[in-house]
């Protein structure tokens, strides 16, 4: 069975930092291209950033910008989220999802471009 599972979420003060891992199962993620999306509470699942499959390039919403970093770690089959500098605008359920033609592109926000979506892991900010 094909899965996706978010962790690393959790609580915490404005301008820390936490770090998201989004783990395989039952396929490589090596070959797709990784989104990451956040859903706070009454509002749109947005794009928050994207990294391509092959050569790694990394896509990032203005909003996170210089704060957040993805990675992947192919030995892992994971994907990670370090998010610096935190804000309390930051506070959402935060989503990992993979698209099979390993592309980011201009419309790698858009929702409808990947194949499969995890359950998603809840970020606080807050003091």
């Known amino acids: 069975q094909l899965q996706l599972v978010e962790s690393g979420g959790g609580l915490v003060q404005p301008g820390g930092s936490l770090r998201l891992s989004c783990a395989a199962s039952?396929?490589?993620?090596?070959?797709?291209?990784i989104g990451w999306f956040r859903q706070a509470p009454g509002k749109e699942r947005e794009g928050v950033s994207c990294i391509r499959s092959g050569d790694n390039i990394t896509y990032y919403g203005d909003s996170v910008k210089g704060r957040f970093t993805v990675s992947r770690d192919n030995a892992k089959n994971t994907v990670y989220l370090q998010m610096n500098s935190l804000k309390p605008e930051d506070t959402a359920v935060y989503y990992c999802?993979?698209?099979?033609?390993?592309?980011?592109?201009?419309?790698?926000?858009?929702?409808?471009?990947?194949?499969?979506w995890g359950q998603g892991t809840q970020v606080a900010v807050s003091s």
């Open positions: 039952g396929f490589t993620l090596t070959a797709y291209a």
């Open positions: 999802a993979a698209d099979r033609k390993g592309w980011c592109g201009t419309l790698w926000k858009r929702r409808d471009k990947y194949d499969y």
